[in-house]
């Protein structure tokens, strides 16, 4: 470690922490990711990044890596029993579909090239305001910056005791990635635009929903939700008939999706009393897990991550504390905001009427984490 050199742990080597790790060591910190899994990869199907955290990502160098296996759909349409209820084309939004692999895998490279250091298989078990950080192999280690980003279950947030409020839905989704199979579904729907994200609603007689999103020319990230108390709906491997039954244009890629096991997950929405403790900040699913409607967990931890690592920055060593404190006065809003409207969404519903891509629903989406005016009153 070069003297005077700042170094940082980070627990988790998700999109959180990966991203708070390539984004510290471009500053000019010492940086090492525990991760507890044994391999660097990622769980899930498909993603979708919108301004707020493509910027990061221009920042740590990755978009190009980013574009290239990633693409923007000509629209995000909804439809409610199958009857277009809007085509959003998202002028001047930035966005992208991709594959969660592919967004980890463009973290990792940016992390890595920008010198931190990532360890697999290391779990973390605890960390001290003071900046003492112990595994579970009995080691521990100081550092000047500790950052929780090791997900819904923090291990991190838990050994500090933080207050904590976690709000369900009823609603739940189990997500896959499967082959495009595009010929097939235009020869089922040839009017049908089958680049765009497509939003399948169906409330009556039954709440089911799929939701479609082209990851790339190849892969396919769908989304099927139903109330977890709906036990055939919310069963995994899918129920396949009945899916098809109310899905029928979505046959070929329903049957693909029926071959692997998948996971359903309940929605849900955690609020801490403070994300900052000492020398420790939380951030990603850690802090502030949310519902998906509004596509911004990731986003929000990405976009947290880049100003977390500019506030430990601009601060003296002995001043990180306070600065802390005040990087989470002035950041948390937006993702708070970002966390009340997706629960929202998902309490009620009214994704399925469309044309929700404006106003304040596109607050965060819109957000430039990267701006050095971003808070100034205009
Ligand atoms: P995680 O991805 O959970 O990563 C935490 C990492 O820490 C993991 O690798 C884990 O193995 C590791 N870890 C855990 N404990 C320890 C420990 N004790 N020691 C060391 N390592 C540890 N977000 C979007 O922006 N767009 C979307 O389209 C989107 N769709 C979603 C759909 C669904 C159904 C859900 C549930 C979420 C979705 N999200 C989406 C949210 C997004 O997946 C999460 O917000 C995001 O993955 C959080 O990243 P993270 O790094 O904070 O946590
Ligand atoms: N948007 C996205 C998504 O993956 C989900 C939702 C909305 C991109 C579910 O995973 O509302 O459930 C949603």
Redo the contacts with the bound molecule.
């Keep these: 470690m070069a003297t005077g050199q700042r170094h940082a742990e980070i627990?988790?080597?998700?999109?959180?922490?990966?991203t708070a790790a390539a984004a510290l060591a471009r500053m000019g910190w010492s940086v090492r990711v525990?991760?507890?899994?044994a391999d660097l990869r990622?769980e899930?199907a498909?993603?979708?990044?919108?301004n707020n955290?493509l910027q990061v990502i221009d920042k740590l160098g990755g978009t190009h890596d980013l574009m290239s296996r990633s693409m923007t759909p000509p629209a995000y349409e909804t439809r409610m029993n199958n009857v277009i209820q809007s085509q959003e084309t998202l002028d001047g939004i930035r966005w992208r579909t991709l594959t969660?692999s592919h967004l980890h895998q463009t973290l990792l490279f940016a992390a890595r090239e920008a010198g931190a250091e990532v360890v697999a298989g290391?779990?973390?078990?605890s960390a001290t305001p003071e900046g003492r950080i112990t595994f579970?192999n009995g080691d521990s280690a100081e550092a000047d910056l500790i950052v929780g980003?090791?997900?819904?279950?923090?291990?991190?947030r838990d050994s500090l005791g933080v207050p904590l409020e976690r709000q369900r839905s009823g609603d739940g989704?189990t997500?896959f990635l499967v082959p495009r199979r595009k010929a097939e579904l235009q020869e089922l729907e040839p009017e049908t635009e089958w680049d765009n994200v497509i939003d399948f609603w169906n409330l009556e007689p039954r709440v089911l929903r799929v939701l479609y999103t082209p990851a790339n020319k190849d892969e396919l990230y769908i989304?099927l939700m139903s109330p977890a108390a709906d036990a055939d709906g919310s069963r995994v491997p899918i129920d396949l008939d009945l899916w098809t039954s109310v899905f029928p244009q979505l046959a070929p890629v329903l049957a693909d999706a029926a071959k692997t096991p998948g996971k359903y997950?309940g929605?849900q929405t955690t609020r801490l009393q403070s994300w900052t403790h000492g020398k420790i900040a939380l951030?990603?699913?850690?802090a502030h897990?949310?519902c998906?409607a509004l596509?911004?967990?990731?986003?929000?931890?990405m976009q947290n991550a880049w100003t977390l690592a500019e506030a430990a920055t601009a601060a003296g060593s002995g001043e990180l504390p306070a600065a802390l404190t005040e990087w989470e006065r002035l950041e948390r809003p937006y993702t708070d905001r970002a966390q009340d409207r997706s629960q929202w969404y998902a309490d009620t519903r009214e994704m399925s009427k469309g044309g929700q891509f404006v106003g304040e629903s596109v607050e965060t989406a819109c957000y430039n984490p990267t701006d050095p005016n971003r808070h100034e009153v205009h």
């Design positions: 627990s988790g080597g998700g999109f959180a922490g990966l525990h991760e507890r899994a990622t899930g498909g993603i979708v990044l919108w955290s969660r290391s779990e973390v078990v579970a980003a090791d997900g819904v279950g923090s291990a991190v989704i997500r989304a997950y929605y951030i990603g699913d850690a897990a949310m998906p596509a911004q967990g990731a986003g929000t931890a």
